[in-house]
């Protein structure tokens, strides 16, 4: 059970986020986006390259 303290404490943190989400623009949303992607494909990129190197060693 969640204590009425908490209960109000998640209430402000949901109205705050909520609003201050509302304040960005989409295309601010857009911009970062991208670059994560951008990011994540380099990362994941490697860990593909490594796992194929790995399994080409095993067999061989």
Same mark, same amino acid.
Do not use: H, N, W, Y
């Given at each position: 059970? *969640? /204590?009425?303290?908490?209960?109000?404490? %998640? @209430? +402000? *943190?949901? &109205?705050?986020?909520? @609003?201050?989400? /509302?304040? =960005? &623009?989409? #295309? !601010? =949303?857009?911009? %970062?986006?991208?670059?994560?992607?951008?990011?994540? =494909?380099?990362? *994941?990129?490697?860990?593909? +390259? !490594?796992?194929? *190197? @790995? %399994? /080409? #060693?095993? +067999?061989?």
């Amino acid at each position: 059970m *969640v /204590s009425e303290r908490r209960k109000t404490l %998640f @209430e +402000k *943190v949901k &109205k705050g986020l909520g @609003e201050r989400l /509302s304040e =960005i &623009k989409p #295309e !601010d =949303i857009a911009k %970062f986006a991208a670059k994560e992607a951008a990011g994540a =494909i380099l990362f *994941v990129g490697q860990i593909i +390259k !490594d796992a194929f *190197v @790995e %399994f /080409s #060693e095993r +067999k061989m």
